[in-house]
């Protein structure tokens, strides 16, 4: 079993949807990441959360530390949102390693 | 400034050829590191410097030699490489310590003829 699990591995939705990607982790952590990854390209930190909620822009991430849960969600939902999005965490297998999940494709359709 | 550069964006290498990856930031951090991610897959550590040392090896083949010259400046060296280690080879820098968000640079996509 993954230390960080994602669902869903893929997700296609409308124009305007509302979209929730989980990630779910085993072990303590010190700080869970978010990060966007366009097709072919570098990856983008979003977030880095160790309590409660952060919101830029339309994007939003929780985080529960008892329940050891976090969940990226985009509101207004726009095709430019379509990428790769990873859940990390940090502090699990040392100071400066982060242990990645699997991703979450997005693709949001006109 | 809040960029990691890189550079070669691409690059096609032979197998008995030597290349290197460079990266570069100026957002004073100490912590850099060196990262390779295959199509559809996470990326997956190769090493990490803090304050210049190699502090992270994650039993890297010794194919790829990394080097630290100043506290801004990441190198990989590339040596008699084969056909898998064709991938995305991504670099990031960031404070040292557990809770500190990792920059990332868009990388050098690397194919291995």
């Known amino acids: 079993k993954n230390e960080v699990e994602q669902s869903p591995q893929n997700l296609t939705a409308q124009e305007g949807e509302f979209i929730t990607i989980n990630c779910s982790y085993s072990?303590?952590?010190?700080?869970l990441h978010w990060l966007q990854q366009h097709p072919g390209g570098g990856i983008v930190s979003l977030f880095m959360?160790?309590?409660g909620k952060k919101k830029h822009g339309r994007l939003i991430a929780t985080i529960n530390i008892q329940e050891k849960h976090s969940s990226l969600h985009i509101t207004a939902s726009h095709p430019r949102d379509s990428a790769v999005y990873i859940c990390?965490?940090?502090?699990?297998?040392?100071?400066?390693?982060?242990?990645f999940g699997q991703g979450t494709r997005l693709t949001i359709n006109p | 400034d809040t960029e990691v550069t890189q550079t070669p964006k691409h690059l096609v290498m032979g197998m008995t050829n030597k290349k290197s990856l460079k990266c570069e930031q100026h957002?004073?951090?100490?912590?850099m590191y060196w990262y390779k991610q295959k199509a559809k897959k996470p990326p997956e550590l190769m090493f990490v410097?803090?304050?210049?040392?190699?502090?992270i090896n994650e039993s890297v083949p010794s194919r790829f030699s990394p080097e630290c010259p100043n506290s801004s400046l990441l190198n990989l060296h590339l040596h008699a490489l084969q056909p898998e280690d064709s991938a995305l080879y991504l670099c990031?820098?960031?404070?040292?310590?557990?809770?500190?968000?990792?920059?990332f640079g868009p990388g050098t996509r690397l194919t291995v003829l």
């Open positions: 990031a820098s960031s404070q040292v310590g557990e809770r500190n968000e990792q920059f």
């Open positions: 072990v303590g952590i010190s700080a």
């Open positions: 959360l160790s309590s």
């Open positions: 990390a965490v940090g502090g699990v297998q040392g100071a400066q390693k982060l242990v």
């Open positions: 957002m004073g951090h100490r912590a």
């Open positions: 410097y803090s304050y210049e040392k190699l502090s």
